[in-house]
């Protein structure tokens, strides 16, 4: 089975700044993946970005990146020159190889401070 | 491309009722899964169809099930509806399989009362 955690429920960070949001999980499969997801109000999921945990090098979409840290089973997203638009919840999340089923942490959401 | 598309967006039902809900995915994609996600359980997974068999299932009661159509847009069903129904339905559509990125819809906001 797999767990995801994120266990800081709220954070806030000023315009322009960087904001590492944290995400440990637990799997005893040799593959899988992991995504964060961004939730707006309007609730509509957005894939942020995602990382295979076979690839050691780190994604990054644009002002996204992770640190994935596979030994330590962490998995964390950093927000750079953050922007308002980017107030939302987001959830970290993992699947298997064989399995599509998205296993979801319980969300942080993210205030930016104009 | 339309994006998924989930009907009704909101839902208000009377407890021991039941109900259906609707998403269709994006044009070519082959595989639906639904969510429900609620403030105290989070999200949490109830099923996938993929080709109109269902190919994965969560641990919910058989109150709650689905279906997939030929044409991929797919159905959930609660029946005997309870309080703690109460939830946004997300349903995700993947062009194929598990490699491949999961688009969700808006959801639909059921309320039980």
């Known amino acids: 089975a797999q767990t995801v955690t994120q266990s800081q429920p709220e954070m806030s960070v000023q315009e322009a700044e960087t904001v590492t949001l944290s995400c440990t999980y637990d799997?005893?499969?040799?593959?899988?993946?992991l995504f964060w997801y961004k939730q707006p109000p309007s609730r509509q999921m957005i894939l942020v970005i995602r990382?295979?945990?076979?690839?050691?090098q780190n994604a990054t979409e644009n002002r996204f990146s992770v640190n994935f840290q596979k030994a330590a089973k962490s998995f964390s997203l950093k927000i750079s020159d953050s922007q308002l638009g980017d107030a939302a919840m987001y959830f970290c999340?993992?699947?298997?190889?064989?399995?599509?089923?998205?296993?979801f942490g319980k969300g942080i959401t993210l205030s930016v401070r104009p | 491309k339309a994006g998924v598309t989930q009907t009704p967006r909101y839902l208000i039902k009377t407890r021991g009722q039941q109900v259906t809900l609707s998403c269709s995915p994006i044009?070519?994609?082959?595989?639906v899964s639904w969510y429900q996600q609620t403030p105290g359980q989070g999200l949490q997974f109830l099923f996938e169809?993929?080709?109109?068999?269902?190919?994965n299932k969560g641990n919910f009661p058989g109150r709650f099930s689905g279906r997939q159509f030929s044409n991929s847009r797919s159905e959930m069903n609660v029946s005997t509806l309870e309080l703690g129904d109460s939830a946004l339905y997300l349903c995700a559509s993947r062009y194929r399989g598990q490699n491949t990125e999961a688009f969700f819809g808006q959801g639909t906001r059921l309320t039980v009362v």
């Open positions: 999340a993992s699947s298997t190889g064989a399995n599509s089923k998205l296993t």
């Open positions: 990382q295979e945990a076979y690839k050691q």
């Open positions: 799997t005893s499969e040799s593959d899988y993946y």
């Open positions: 044009s070519g994609h082959r595989s």
């Open positions: 169809y993929f080709s109109e068999t269902q190919r």
